[in-house]
C-alpha cells in the first residue's frame, strides 16, 4: 500500500475499494484515509488480540477521529459483509476507545 499510495498524482486517481461499494471509485484522498482508519483500528485488533496494548501519537488519532465520524452508520453496517459493525457504547474521554467504538469495536474487549 505504501508504495501504490506513494505514487505521483495518487490522489487524483479513482480507486475501486469494493469492500465497501462496487457502485462507484472513490477519489485517492478517500482511498488514503480509509487505508489510513484500517492501520490504526487493525493494529489494536492485533494488539489486543496478543493481550497489549496499541499506543498511538495523539496526533495519529486526533487525523483518526474525523476520518471515523464520516464512515457511514444504520443499516450498512448490519448487512453481509460490512466492513464495520454498528457503533457500540461507550464513555469516557479517550480519543481511540471514541474511534473503535464508532466503528463497531468494544475498547474493553480482550482476547
Known amino acids: 500500500m ?3 499510495f506513494a505514487e505521483e498524482g495518487v490522489l ?7 469492500e465497501f461499494t462496487t457502485a462507484f471509485e472513490f477519489s ?6 480509509f487505508h489510513f482508519i484500517d492501520y490504526v483500528v487493525h493494529t489494536w485488533d492485533v494488539a489486543r488480540t ?10 495519529v488519532l486526533e487525523t483518526a477521529l474525523p ?5 457511514p452508520g444504520g443499516a450498512t453496517r448490519t448487512a453481509p459483509g460490512a466492513a464495520f459493525a454498528p457503533e457500540v457504547a461507550w464513555s469516557g474521554d479517550s480519543t481511540l476507545d471514541r474511534i473503535l467504538a464508532l466503528l463497531g469495536r468494544s475498547p474493553s474487549w480482550g482476547a
Do not use: S
Open 12 to 18: 487524483a486517481r479513482q480507486f475501486p475499494l469494493p
Open 28 to 33: 485517492g484522498k478517500q482511498a488514503v484515509t
Open 2 to 4: 505504501l508504495d501504490a
Open 50 to 59: 496478543l493481550g497489549r496494548t496499541a499506543d498511538f501519537d495523539d496526533d
Open 67 to 71: 476520518v471515523a465520524e464520516f464512515v
